[in-house]
Structure formats: structure tokens, C-alpha cells
């Protein structure tokens, strides 16, 4: 390695993303055009992994606990040894706890910035897995549902049995989303926590059902379907007792003309789909009010999908 790689930094942007899309618990995920995690990742002197958090949200500092650190220490283990200390400096821009796929963000940014610092011994593909481990850091969950599609871009469905496999959905042209962040916290891990380990299998064969019409409507470019098949009887009646006010601001997306509404991932974030611009600014303004009626402040951001995914800033 001669000095001036030694002197390469590169700079890596990864969007937020609403997980589960509804229906679809731990399979399915869209990326968004909103707010996204920036990661730095150079060359450092000092031997290891070393993180630098550029904002005043506490992360753990402990790397195998920082969805930043974890994935990039697997991604070494798997390169040629003499690769040196590694800095990598955190611009947190996704409010961890959220629901918006904030330790996903993180994972995500820092292996695609190191993979491209190493002169990338690695396919997008490839990195899926290392992703992965930050994730599973942070959250203590090995769900793909926010690292897919925060890699690939756009709407992902994924297979808990088998995480790496990993399959693109349409992304119609006239869908648009609506995602309300409150000023309250869910841990994704507590929020997993609470929920009952067994199904009904009345209850499992209406959501693959839904999950299916999601999936149909996405490939159709039928609103209709979409809002049917984003309709989730089993998580979300169990989660939304932790989001102060959900039930009202969900009768508010809808009151306003969204296809649907539900919890964005593990909560709190709330998101409806629609299928024009104007629907989701009324829908996003409603929904607002909806929660400041239960004295809860929250941020309105209105996007469409984000269909790049993780991408290069700056690679000086
Ligand atoms: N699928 C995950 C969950 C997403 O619902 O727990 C967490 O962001």
C-alpha cells in the first residue's frame, strides 16, 4: 500500500427504510428518499477498528455492539491480512430507535465504504451478509427487511431461512410515501420481544395472503392492491399500544386518501403509501396533527422510493 492510498478516504450515504412494508414482517423493506446515514471510513495507524460518532445521538462504542464496527470487522476477516487500522467516522442522520432503519443505515454505509477503500474485494451482492452483522449487532435480530433494500435500492424481499437471498420488487411510478417520525423511542429489540411466538394458522394464511396482494399490486402497478395487501392483522395490533396515539394517526393517513397506512419496522415512525404527491402531503399534514392532538411532536418527511440504495459520496 504506498502513502497516497494510505491518504484515501471515502464517503458513503445510505438511506432510511421503512421495514416489514405492513403485512410483510422480516421480508419485505423499501428504501427511501429521506434522511440517510453518512459514513466515513480511511486508513488509520492504530491497528483495529476505531469509531467516531460526528453527532450527539450516543451509539455503543463497544464494536461489537455498533452496527458501524461489526460488519466491517467481518468484512476484514474474509480480505488478506496487512490490511491496516481502520477510521471510520459517523454522520448519524437517522434517529436510532426510530424505525426507519437506522442501525441498518449504519451497517450499510460503513461496509460499502470500506469495501470500496479496499479497492473492492467485494460485489454489491457479497456484502449482504457483512451488512448483516451490524445489524444483528445493533438490533440483536439477523433480519434483512431494512439491510436489503438500504444496499439495493428500492423494495426488497427477503427470506429469514435464507438472508442472503434476496429478490427486487417493481417500484410502480406513482407510488409515494409518507413517513411520520414522533418523539418517541422503540427499541426494535423490545418491540420484538412482545411479540407472541405462535399463529393461528387462520390468522397466518389471511397475511401471506396479504403479503401476496402487496407483492401482486407492486408487479400490477394496482394502487388498490397495494393498499390491500400493506393491511397487517398479526404485528400490528401487538406493537401499536407502544406508539402513543398510532390508531388515530392511522385513521388520519386514511381519512386523508393514503392506500394504507402502518408501523414503519419496529415503530414508532408511522408510514402511509399513496399514489400521487398531493395525497401524501395531506396525508403526512393529517397524521401530524393526529399525533400533536396526543401531545406527541413529530417530523414529516414525504419521498419517493429511493431506488439506488447505498451510495458513493466521495472517494478521495
Ligand atoms: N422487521 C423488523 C421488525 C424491522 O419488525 O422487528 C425492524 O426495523
Known amino acids: 500500500m504506498n502513502g497516497k492510498t494510505r491518504e484515501k478516504v471515502v464517503r458513503v450515504s445510505a438511506p432510511a427504510t421503512v421495514g ?9 423493506g423499501m428504501a427511501i428518499d429521506g434522511p440517510a446515514d453518512v459514513i466515513s471510513a480511511g486508513f488509520k495507524g492504530k491497528p483495529g477498528v476505531s469509531i467516531y460518532n460526528n ?20 468484512l476484514l476477516g474474509k480480505v488478506e491480512a496487512g490490511v491496516p487500522g481502520l477510521k471510520i467516522v459517523i454522520e448519524k442522520k437517522i434517529p436510532p430507535g426510530g424505525g426507519m432503519g437506522s442501525s441498518a443505515a449504519s451497517a450499510v454505509a460503513s461496509v460499502v465504504a470500506v469495501n470500496e477503500l479496499l479497492g473492492k ?6 456484502l449482504l451478509p457483512f451488512c448483516l452483522d451490524g445489524e444483528e449487532a445493533a438490533s440483536r435480530s439477523r ?7 438500504c444496499l439495493f435500492g428500492g423494495i426488497c424481499l427477503t427470506d429469514p431461512s435464507d438472508p442472503g437471498r434476496v429478490i427486487s420488487l417493481p417500484v410502480p411510478g406513482f407510488l409515494h410515501v409518507c413517513l411520520v417520525y414522533p418523539a418517541l423511542k422503540v427499541k426494535t429489540s423490545d418491540a420484538r420481544r412482545i411479540l407472541k411466538k405462535q399463529v393461528p394458522l387462520a390468522d397466518a394464511a ?17 394502487a388498490e392492491w397495494i393498499g390491500q395487501g400493506v393491511e397487517d392483522r398479526l404485528i400490528e395490533p401487538q406493537r401499536s399500544p407502544l406508539i402513543k396515539g398510532f390508531l388515530q394517526v392511522k385513521e388520519a393517513a386514511l381519512s386523508a386518501g393514503a392506500l394504507n397506512s ?20 395531506k396525508a403526512g399534514n393529517a397524521m401530524q396533527k393526529a399525533f400533536e392532538k396526543q401531545g406527541v411532536h413529530s417530523t414529516v418527511v414525504v419521498s419517493l422510493p429511493n431506488t439506488t440504495g447505498a451510495r458513493i459520496l466521495e472517494s478521495l
Request: hydrophobic share 40%.
Open 55 to 74: 453527532t450527539s445521538c450516543g451509539l455503543p462504542v463497544n464494536p461489537l455492539r455498533n452496527a458501524a464496527a461489526k460488519g466491517v470487522m467481518t
Open 262 to 281: 402502518s408501523i414503519s419496522g419496529a415503530g414508532p415512525s408511522v408510514f402511509a403509501l399513496c399514489d400521487n404527491r398531493q395525497t401524501a402531503e
Open 143 to 149: 433480519h434483512a427487511d431494512n439491510v436489503a433494500p
Open 20 to 28: 416489514n412494508m405492513g403485512s410483510g414482517f422480516d421480508v419485505l
Open 206 to 222: 389471511r397475511q401471506w395472503s396479504r403479503v401476496a396482494t402487496l407483492v401482486a399490486g407492486l408487479y400490477a402497478g394496482n
Open 121 to 126: 474485494p467485494f460485489s454489491r451482492e457479497e
